[in-house]
């Protein structure tokens, strides 16, 4: 009886030994991975490198909180300063400042490690599982040019946060880490330079320079400002905020799309392909001004009708490129005194043109300016300054994130539609430093940098779904 027992008993364990041995050998095949992985996650209860059938199971799983992220939005735009319904923050102003503490405080509410660089853009980060990976970004930004709406930008920001929870709430993992990033002064308000922050990152060094003679409208240095909100604290600390190519495996910008073709045609999401190539052009006339009454039409030397004829002259070049991506604005024009009974003795104008063809919109360039210089002849002015203030290349979406937005779209049962930025973003940059991609949202009417922007809780729980799960996807490659 003992005899049998015993024989029993080894013979349990050989069995018992030999199920083992067979189920790790089956892990080990199915997945080609390090069998003491998986045993580890089959007793741990969480996968420690999420699965791809997981990320696509995953979809069914992800929850927004649509409330919550309509009323921090809400929250947000009351930090300006205009009345509601219009914000207006302006570029280290108190109420940029108190904006970003806001951010701060919410990514360390999502459990973030949060830190900001010397001109104060800010990084939220989700540390991964494999942490020496270089992360997945995401982000947009909070500065608002005068009464405009509360959404641009703002979407991208705390989208991504809410993207995060999001994440968080259905039990997922990242390999690689994820991190949000709200970036300084995408507007070019108050020191003329777009995209301020995501340059810098870029590593422009002619723009370090250049800041630290930049001054406002009022005079007001970079460097002041921003040490008054608490960056810039040494001499040569904007070198600092350089980022070195590589230090994102991808970038992906959740952003309202700003223009009505998403609406239009009814299409849950857009999937940029491309960012057209902006420039900024500055343009300065001076005449000889005098009395609106005394000095005859014949003997005038207008730099008002200069900047008139130039701005119709911006116009003409665009129309005639043949493209319909090809677009010119002026959208500053400045006479100087200013007064009803005084002809103009200086002119202002900023233009704006943008193509997602370089060349083409070079030549437009070119275009502008010589008819520039032939109007200041015929009208007897002075072109004291033509100026072109940036002139930057387009950048294109990298394939690999356009194919996880899109996988991500598809799985989430979301329509979708490929689709070029005309509008420049942080994203335009951030393709310097790595892959980069976007994604768009619906506006109401196309509307915004006006008051009447706005964007459907039911659009931006899309968005930031699409935006989860092409996050989730990104950070385990």
């Given at each position: 009886?003992?005899?049998?027992?015993?024989?029993?008993?080894?013979?349990?364990?050989?069995?018992?030994?030999?199920?083992?041995?067979?189920?790790?050998?089956?892990?080990?095949?199915?997945?080609?991975?390090?069998?003491?992985?998986?045993?580890?996650?089959?007793?741990?209860?969480?996968?420690?490198?999420?699965?791809?059938?997981?990320?696509?199971?995953?979809?069914?799983?992800?929850?927004?909180?649509?409330?919550?992220?309509?009323?921090?939005?809400?929250?947000?735009?009351?930090?300006?300063?205009?009345?509601?319904?219009?914000?207006?923050?302006?570029?280290?102003?108190?109420?940029?400042?108190?904006?970003?503490?806001?951010?701060?405080?919410?990514?360390?509410?999502?459990?973030?490690?949060?830190?900001?660089?010397?001109?104060?853009?800010?990084?939220?980060?989700?540390?991964?599982?494999?942490?020496?990976?270089?992360?997945?970004?995401?982000?947009?930004?909070?500065?608002?040019?005068?009464y405009s709406g509360k959404y641009d930008g703002v979407v991208g920001v705390l989208g991504a946060i809410e993207a995060i929870n999001v994440l968080k709430r259905s039990g997922f993992k990242p390999r690689r880490s994820l991190e949000v990033i709200m970036f300084t002064s995408e507007e070019p308000t108050r020191y003329g330079i777009s995209c301020l922050g995501s340059r810098l990152l870029a590593g422009i060094e002619s723009l370090a320079k250049d800041l630290t003679s930049t001054v406002d409208g009022q005079n007001?240095?970079f460097l002041d400002a921003a040490r008054s909100a608490g960056y810039a604290k040494e001499p040569n600390d904007l070198s600092s905020v350089f980022l070195k190519k590589g230090s994102y495996s991808a970038f992906v910008e959740l952003h309202i799309e700003q223009g009505p073709i998403?609406?239009?045609?009814?299409?849950?999401?857009?999937?940029?392909?491309?960012?057209?190539?902006?420039?900024?052009?500055?343009?300065?006339?001076?005449?000889?001004?005098?009395?609106?009454?005394?000095?005859?039409?014949?003997?005038?030397?207008?730099?008002?009708?200069?900047?008139?004829?130039?701005?119709?002259?911006?116009?003409?070049?665009?129309?005639?490129?043949?493209?319909?991506?090809?677009?010119?604005?002026?959208?500053?024009?400045?006479?100087?005194?200013?007064?009803?009974?005084?002809?103009?003795?200086?002119?202002?104008?900023?233009?704006?043109?943008?193509?997602?063809?370089?060349?083409?919109?070079?030549?437009?360039?070119?275009?502008?300016?010589?008819?520039?210089?032939?109007?200041?002849?015929?009208?007897?002015?002075?072109?004291?300054?033509?100026?072109?203030?940036?002139?930057?290349?387009?950048?294109?979406?990298?394939?690999?994130?356009?194919?996880?937005?899109?996988?991500?779209?598809?799985?989430?049962?979301?329509?979708?539609?490929?689709?070029?930025?005309?509008?420049?973003?942080?994203?335009?940059?951030?393709?310097?430093?790595?892959?980069?991609?976007?994604?768009?949202?619906?506006?109401?009417?196309?509307?915004?940098?006006?008051?009447?922007?706005?964007?459907?809780?039911?659009?931006?729980?899309?968005?930031?779904?699409?935006?989860?799960?092409?996050?989730?996807?990104?950070?385990?490659?």
């Amino acid at each position: 009886m003992s005899l049998r027992f015993c024989n029993s008993h080894s013979l349990y364990h050989l069995l018992l030994v030999l199920v083992i041995f067979c189920s790790i050998s089956t892990i080990y095949a199915e997945a080609n991975e390090d069998p003491t992985i998986r045993t580890m996650e089959a007793f741990s209860g969480y996968p420690i490198h999420e699965s791809n059938s997981f990320v696509t199971n995953l979809a069914s799983s992800l929850s927004v909180d649509t409330e919550t992220l309509q009323k921090r939005i809400d929250e947000l735009s009351t930090f300006s300063d205009t009345p509601a319904p219009s914000v207006t923050r302006v570029l280290y102003t108190e109420n940029d400042v108190l904006a970003r503490s806001y951010i701060k405080n919410l990514m360390g509410l999502s459990g973030l490690s949060v830190r900001e660089d010397a001109v104060g853009n800010i990084f939220g980060r989700w540390i991964g599982n494999e942490a020496e990976l270089a992360p997945v970004a995401t982000g947009s930004h909070i500065d608002a040019i005068p009464y405009s709406g509360k959404y641009d930008g703002v979407v991208g920001v705390l989208g991504a946060i809410e993207a995060i929870n999001v994440l968080k709430r259905s039990g997922f993992k990242p390999r690689r880490s994820l991190e949000v990033i709200m970036f300084t002064s995408e507007e070019p308000t108050r020191y003329g330079i777009s995209c301020l922050g995501s340059r810098l990152l870029a590593g422009i060094e002619s723009l370090a320079k250049d800041l630290t003679s930049t001054v406002d409208g009022q005079n007001i240095s970079f460097l002041d400002a921003a040490r008054s909100a608490g960056y810039a604290k040494e001499p040569n600390d904007l070198s600092s905020v350089f980022l070195k190519k590589g230090s994102y495996s991808a970038f992906v910008e959740l952003h309202i799309e700003q223009g009505p073709i998403l609406e239009e045609e009814g299409t849950s999401i857009g999937i940029v392909t491309a960012i057209a190539a902006p420039a900024s052009i500055k343009v300065d006339f001076e005449g000889n001004g005098g009395h609106a009454g005394a000095v005859l039409m014949p003997n005038r030397n207008d730099a008002g009708l200069a900047a008139a004829e130039l701005a119709l002259a911006v116009e003409k070049h665009v129309l005639e490129s043949g493209s319909i991506d090809t677009v010119g604005t002026v959208g500053i024009l400045e006479l100087h005194p200013g007064a009803i009974n005084s002809i103009p003795s200086k002119s202002h104008l900023e233009i704006d043109t943008r193509d997602i063809d370089e060349k083409r919109r070079n030549s437009v360039i070119e275009k502008i300016h010589q008819s520039a210089i032939t109007i200041a002849k015929n009208r007897g002015v002075t072109l004291s300054e033509f100026k072109i203030v940036n002139q930057d290349p387009p950048a294109l979406s990298e394939k690999s994130i356009i194919e996880a937005v899109e996988a991500a779209s598809k799985e989430l049962n979301l329509t979708h539609k490929f689709m070029i930025s005309r509008a420049y973003h942080d994203s335009l940059f951030m393709a310097r430093v790595s892959p980069m991609g976007m994604i768009f949202i619906p506006c109401f009417k196309g509307y915004s940098h006006k008051p009447d922007e706005y964007a459907s809780g039911h659009d931006m729980e899309n968005g930031v779904k699409v935006l989860a799960l092409t996050l989730a996807k990104l950070c385990l490659q």
